[in-house]
């Protein structure tokens, strides 16, 4: 389950694409029975798509669904923050500038920022959102030249303690992509032509 959520969340797989339990098996050195286990458990992350019939897919990253998925982020951190306080005082170590590392990044100072609610569900639904945003927060390097000013402003604003302040720069974090979202569809669907 792991490798193959890894897998996926890499980005390394066609959005859209056929998954064989078989071929994964071979790729996992395991056997198949595990493999399907995986993907129906994959299925209710709706990480991976199972169509009566077609087997296992990935799902397709369309504008609609990626903007309503942003959105939901956005709603579940403002949620979560009104239920809290003050943000959590401990936050995630800062990573490198690379996509891939402000992605696993961003996703772990959104699950610290949801954490701070104490609410298990908000918890539980922005790690789900989080994995759901992987392969799109990858490609946002792309479209964005700021990421790491952006992100660090989170961070500061988190460490400040300022709830209403952090409130306005998670608002404006999630508006931009949503505003973005058409060049982030194509700029996914770009990377995996080749």
Same mark, same amino acid.
């Given at each position: 389950?792991? !490798?193959?959520?890894?897998?996926?969340?890499?980005?390394?797989?066609?959005?859209g *694409?056929?998954?064989?339990?078989?071929?994964?098996?071979? &790729?996992?050195?395991?056997?198949?029975?595990?493999?399907?286990?995986?993907l129906?458990? +994959?299925?209710?992350? /709706? +990480?991976?798509? @199972?169509? @009566?019939? #077609?087997?296992?897919?990935?799902?397709h990253?369309?504008?609609?669904?990626?903007e309503?998925?942003?959105?939901?982020?956005?709603?579940?951190?403002?949620l979560?923050?009104?239920?809290?306080?003050?943000?959590?005082?401990?936050?995630p170590?800062? +990573?490198?500038d690379?996509?891939?590392?402000?992605?696993?990044?961003?996703?772990?100072?959104?699950?610290?920022?949801?954490? *701070?609610?104490?609410n298990?569900?908000? +918890?539980?639904?922005?790690? *789900?959102?989080?994995?759901?945003l992987?392969?799109?927060?990858?490609?946002?390097? /792309?479209?964005?030249? &700021?990421?790491? !000013?952006?992100?660090? &402003?989170? /961070?500061?604003?988190?460490?400040? #303690?300022?709830?209403?302040?952090?409130?306005?720069?998670?608002? *404006?974090?999630?508006?931009?992509?949503?505003?973005?979202?058409?060049?982030?569809?194509?700029s996914?669907? /770009? &990377?995996?032509?080749?």
């Open positions: 389950y792991a !490798a193959l959520k890894e897998q996926i969340l890499s980005g390394t797989m066609r959005p *694409g056929k998954l064989d339990p078989a071929r994964l098996a071979l &790729d996992l050195m395991s056997s198949v029975t595990p493999v399907r286990d995986a129906h458990r +994959l299925v209710g992350e /709706r +990480l991976v798509e @199972s169509h @009566s019939g #077609g087997g296992f897919h990935l799902p990253v369309t504008e609609p669904n990626l309503d998925l942003y959105g939901w982020s956005g709603e579940i951190l403002a979560a923050l009104r239920r809290n306080d003050r943000p959590p005082t401990t936050l170590d800062r +990573l490198a690379d996509g891939l590392a402000i992605a696993y990044e961003t996703a772990a100072l959104f699950a610290s920022l949801a954490s *701070g609610s104490r298990g569900e908000l +918890l539980s639904a922005i790690e *789900g959102t989080n994995d759901r992987q392969l799109a927060r990858r490609v946002e390097l /792309r479209i964005f030249d &700021d990421l790491r !000013a952006e992100l660090d &402003d989170v /961070r500061d604003t988190t460490a400040a #303690g300022d709830i209403t302040g952090l409130r306005k720069v998670l608002a *404006g974090y999630h508006r931009r992509r949503r505003r973005a979202t058409a060049m982030i569809v194509r996914i669907y /770009r &990377d995996n032509e080749s």
